[in-house]
């Protein structure tokens, strides 16, 4: 069962608790720590995006279209809506002779407010570029394209592209092709299903590939290093992980899910961590991985101050005053 991570306290009440699942994996598939059911499958969501990015490295279509790390970095990428995401998302579009309209990502506002206000001042139209996973499916069509395969249905399961990348999760977390869940995410492609552990052990070969063969340990080591590189592509503005992986300064990288699902690579520390909400609030999972991480001794007094709000968020009233805050009340020690 999943167990208590967070309390959410106002005044001096419990008001809400978030209980949740810890697992915290070595790339050779020990189990270091775990909280709760890391058995229990879950839908990686869009902390799957650093190794869905991995095809796009290995059919040659990142070289063809000269991918910089920010490009790569947007294809993992859950971004704001920003002119930064946008510009670099039309960018890729346009190396590969294609139109907005070829994403099959569905349109939404941009999540960053401003972005959104200036898009309305300006007359313009939300269109699929300000999807968050516009990135995502920038990379997607880049392979197709690369690999002269049909580029109407790429976010179908059975298009090549879907089915390189179905391989890659495969092979990095241990689960045969047959056994991963299938879904459908927000944006429209194939999302899939694992235990905890696995989603752990995937981010933990990311983190650490050296007992992968040399080609994928490169395009591991490209995809990790332009998250670290350009964490602005990222997220975005007042993001956790553009924040996170900005102080960190190459130590670890980190992607969110939605439905509370956070995932981060430690190379210097060869692991992987996945921690996944039980009721789905993302609120929750920023406090927990910085509270695993300081548990850990893996953040500095330094990094840990930059990042304190991540830690301990705190409940605003629409005065903008402090009201309460969230709390991690859970151990990593002495679970497995």
Request: proline share 4%; hydrophobic share 40%; charged share 25%.
């Amino acid at each position: 069962m999943s167990e208590l991570l967070v309390t959410v306290e106002r005044g001096q009440v419990v008001e809400s608790i978030h209980r949740g699942d810890i697992a915290i994996v070595r790339a050779n598939g020990e189990v270091i720590s775990s909280v709760g059911d890391i058995e229990k499958v879950v839908f990686a969501r869009s902390s799957m995006k650093p190794l869905q990015t991995i095809p796009i490295i290995e059919t040659g279509a990142a070289d063809h279209y000269h991918f910089e790390d920010g490009d790569l970095a947007l294809a993992c990428a859950s971004h704001n809506g920003e002119k930064q995401h946008t510009e670099r998302a039309a960018s890729i579009l346009s190396r590969l002779e294609l139109e907005v309209s070829n994403l099959k990502c569905g349109t939404h506002p941009p999540r960053w407010q401003e972005a959104y206000e200036e898009l309305i001042k300006s007359g313009g139209d939300v269109t699929q570029i300000h999807n968050n996973c516009s990135g995502k499916h920038s990379g997607m069509l880049a392979t197709a394209k690369h690999m002269d395969e049909s580029i109407e249905d790429y976010y179908k399961i059975d298009h090549p592209v879907q089915q390189r990348i179905l391989s890659v999760i495969s092979e990095l977390t241990d689960v045969p092709m047959k056994e991963i869940q299938i879904g459908i995410d927000g944006c429209g492609v194939p999302v899939h299903g694992i235990p905890l552990r696995n989603l752990a052990l995937g981010f933990a070969r990311m983190a650490d590939p050296s007992g992968l063969n040399e080609s994928r340990q490169q395009s591991i080591g490209r995809v990790t290093a332009a998250m670290m590189n350009a964490p602005e592509m990222v997220g975005g503005t007042s993001r956790f992980c553009t924040d996170f992986m900005k102080h960190m300064d190459g130590k670890m990288f980190g992607k969110v899910g939605a439905e509370g699902v956070y995932c981060v690579g430690v190379p210097e520390a060869g692991i992987g961590i996945a921690v996944k909400i039980e009721d789905g609030n993302s609120r929750a999972t920023n406090a927990v991985i910085m509270e695993i991480l300081s548990q850990m001794d893996l953040i500095d007094e330094q990094e840990a101050k930059a990042l304190e709000s991540y830690h301990f968020p705190t409940l605003l009233n629409a005065r903008i005053e402090k009201v309460g805050m969230l709390k991690p009340v859970f151990s990593i020690y002495q679970r497995v």
